[in-house]
């Protein structure tokens, strides 16, 4: 069978606001594990509708020409939409099409999005078990209520197949196949790369964490599941001498759970002499570990602040407190890495001085990068549920839910005043002489000239761009 594998167009100001230019364009691994699992036994083509920067009539065009008799669609929240205007474009050309939908949306809203007409399947959580059971039955022509982890329609009603087990052994699935991409289109963000070509990994799935404003726990319910240092450095060899990679990038939920496993995965990339970076929380690091880090390769890490108020870190769950934060800058600092930190306004319980804490708190910790971002409650998140009770939040379209437009005003704030705080918050942190300098010195090729100056560039957005 022909299988297209899309994820839906999403332009660059939808996915990082007026900071598109720096915004990262990295290749949908999730899509490229799928097409892994399939491709042994059918004729598989993937669309990334974000990097390529496309729209559906485009895609329309390569259904019309290709005819595929699956198409599978990844869905986020912002996305959904176009999603579905994807599933009906297919019907309109192939009424015969079986049109299948996953992701993080599909997951954590399955009855919306299989009640759409043009939607024939869901799948729920991870897929690939569920995409191979689910294909081979879709070519026999047998009942797929056998399949597990899915939502399909049946005599006017909604049928959900038992939950997918989760996959235990990752080091049993292929490679993503990144040979069906096109890798002239992805560029890492520029706070993500020293070196080119970059390849982004994924070492484990799921976090023990229970922030509310995350829906980890929905997809994986709260457990990790973990490659081995054997098998991830069986990849990144396979990706320095396929495509010659300088650097990778590890994209995973919760990298560094295990001491162990980090000390062990970094005597085995040392070798390799390669450049990476990764995201961590601050609760995970100590001097020892963040010194073997940097002494393997890593550069650069991560970290997911959220907020400089601990009365606010408290009422989200994020299990980390300031000390953690601080003292995780200063090691990562010490050990000659760069450390970015990410923030969210208008958090539960944020009133202006909680959030002028979180402003002043990644100036304190002397960040080299940080984002601020405003707070979106998701489907499939803690937060989703409660959120009525801590302000107003009444956005109905869905294509606003990308953490650059205000759907959530907390008590006591309004809209204004919290795009105010989110203007401020990059024009303290940013434009400080001492920050400016600090840039300028880490200046050593053309390749960091090309990524500050698109830094400056993206800020000039931010504050002009209409």
Partial sequence: MRILLVFPPMLGEERYGKLARAGSYLPPLGLAYLAAVLENKHEVKIIDGAALNITIDDIKKTLAEWKPDILGITAYTPTFYRALATCKLAKELNPKITTIL?????????????????????????????????????????????????????????????????????????????????????????????????FSIMCGRGCPYKCTFCSCSKVFKKRVTVRTPENIIAEITHLKDKYSAKEVMFWDDTFGLSKTWVFKLCDMLKPLKISWSCWMRVNLVDKETIKKMADSGCWHISYGIESGNQMVLDEIKKGITIEQIKNAFKWTHEAGMEARGTFILGLPKDSWESMMDTINL?????????????????????????????????????????????????????????????????????????????????????????????????????????
């Fill in 102 to 198: 996953g992701g993080p949306h599909p997951t954590a809203c399955p009855e919306d999005s299989i009640a759409d007409t043009n939607v024939d399947i869901v799948v729920i959580g991870e897929g690939e078990k569920t995409i191979v059971e689910l294909t081979a039955a879709l070519e026999a022509g047998t009942d797929i209520s056998a399949v597990k982890g899915i939502v399909y329609k049946k005599e006017g009603t909604h049928v959900f197949t038992p939950v997918q087990e989760r996959i235990q052994d990752l080091n049993a699935l292929p490679l993503p196949a990144r040979h069906l991409l096109n890798w002239k289109i992805y560029k890492p963000s520029v706070m993500h790369y020293k070196y080119l070509p970059a």
């Fill in 362 to 466: 990644a100036v304190d910790i002397n960040a080299d990068y940080a984002q601020f971002q405003l707070l979106t409650p998701y489907p499939g998140t803690e937060l989703w549920d409660v959120v009525n009770q801590y302000g107003d939040f009444n956005i109905k379209d869905l294509s606003k839910y990308t953490i650059w437009f205000p759907v959530f005003i907390p008590k006591g704030l309004s809209q204004e005043i919290l795009m105010k705080a989110h203007k401020l918050s990059y024009r303290k942190f940013y434009f400080r002489p001492g920050y400016l300098w600090r840039r300028l010195k880490t200046i050593k090729s053309i390749l960091d000239i090309k990524r500050n100056f698109m830094g400056i560039m993206s800020l000039f957005d931010f504050f002009y761009k209409k």
